[in-house]
């Protein structure tokens, strides 16, 4: 099992940057996709970003695309997201999720598709 712990998170004016962090525990990190969801005080969890088992494919909502930046780093069992030209709407709380499969390349952006997530951490824009 991978246990997940994501961090970050905090308060920035729109346009600002932040860049969340989440680490991994487990050997077996390394072998699965990883993918970025928030969610917004009353609306249902969204995904954000995606990126494969290696790091050879990402993918990206469309809300988010040319704006923010998965990464992955399996030396270090960690996951990354940078987040530019931040909005107001980008405010929610961020969770990394770990995907139900091993060895996904191709985009999985259904929450049912992934099993592990972390605590969340939050993410405020203000305008």
């Known amino acids: 099992q991978v246990q997940l712990v994501e961090s970050g998170g905090g308060l920035v004016q729109a346009g600002g940057s932040l860049r969340l962090f989440c680490a991994a525990s487990?050997?077996?990190?390394?072998?699965?996709?990883m993918g970025w969801f928030r969610q917004a005080p009353g609306k249902e969890r969204e995904f954000v970003a995606f990126?494969?088992?290696?790091?050879?494919?990402?993918y990206y909502a469309d809300l988010v695309k040319g704006r923010f930046t998965i990464a992955r780093d399996n030396g270090k069992n960690m996951v990354y997201l940078q987040m530019n030209s931040l909005k107001p709407e980008d405010t929610a709380v961020y969770y990394c999720?770990?995907?139900?499969?091993?060895?996904?390349?191709?985009?999985?952006?259904?929450?049912?598709?992934?099993?592990?997530w972390g605590q969340g951490t939050q993410d405020t824009v203000s305008s």
């Open positions: 487990g050997r077996t990190f390394s072998a699965y996709a």
């Open positions: 990126v494969s088992w290696n790091g050879g494919s990402t």
């Open positions: 999720e770990k995907d139900r499969a091993t060895g996904e390349t191709k985009a999985r952006t259904a929450p049912r598709e992934y099993d592990d």
